[in-house]
């Protein structure tokens, strides 16, 4: 998969909803009905961080759920990019960039969304044909001043800010033109997944999707 063609796979997927779940699993029985909780709430693309050992499990329940589109966050290794792939993630995600993670996620044919936190990072992946990238840490970055100010000078890039998003500050982001989605924790805090309280899991997800 070429790098083009990721990006326009990955376009779709964040033009799909205003915000995609960041999600830490702890243990894989919660990761099914959390997903179900999440898509009927309006919110169809999923991120499961390789936080725990529990995340690989995660998603190959994940990836069953009508109406989903489960992906795997922090990406680091090939060999990570590996595992996500047997595991049924359909994008992928990572904190940063480096050529040996994108050369695998290419041969994998998996489409990802990269991390960039500065003009210069910006720039290399677009130059690679990246065109959407994630932008981390968002607030500890410069927030959306700061997406807002890399826009300007290159307008070809549409990002997805993660870290420090919140319901407070998500729309100030959305309202940028360079903007295709936002990423948050907030529509699926560890407290309530702990509790099995998906009816609220849901009701923050279609609060979000209303963003």
């Given amino acids: 998969m070429t790098p083009d063609t990721a990006s326009t796979e ?13 999600i830490t699993i702890h ?3 919660d990761a099914k009905p959390l997903a179900e909780a999440l898509v009927a709430g309006g919110l169809p693309v999923l991120e499961v961080t390789l936080r725990t050992g529990a995340a690989l499990d995660a998603i190959r329940a994940m990836a069953g759920v009508a109406g989903g ?79 807002k100010g890399i826009g300007a000078p290159i307008p070809g890039i549409l990002f997805c800010p993660t870290g420090g998003v919140t319901p407070g500050n998500a729309g100030e982001y959305l309202a940028l033109d360079n903007i295709a989605c936002v990423g ?28």
């Fill in 69 to 147: 589109y489960v992906g795997v966050g922090s990406l680091l290794t090939p060999e990570q990019v590996s595992q996500a792939v047997a595991a049924g993630a359909t994008f992928g995600v990572s904190p940063g960039a480096t050529d040996r993670l994108l050369t695998a996620a290419e041969q994998a044919g998996l489409p990802m969304l990269p991390g960039a936190a500065t003009a210069s990072e910006a720039m290399a992946l677009l130059e690679r044909g990246y065109r959407v990238q994630k932008f981390f840490p968002a607030e500890a970055s410069g927030g959306a001043r700061a997406i």
């Fill in 10 to 22: 990955t376009e779709r997927l964040c033009r799909l909803a205003p915000v995609i779940p960041v």
């Fill in 184 to 211: 948050g924790s907030w529509v699926c805090p560890e407290k309530l997944i702990a509790a099995g309280d998906w009816r609220a899991i849901e009701d923050l997800a279609r609060e979000a999707a209303a963003l």
């Fill in 27 to 29: 243990d894989a029985k």
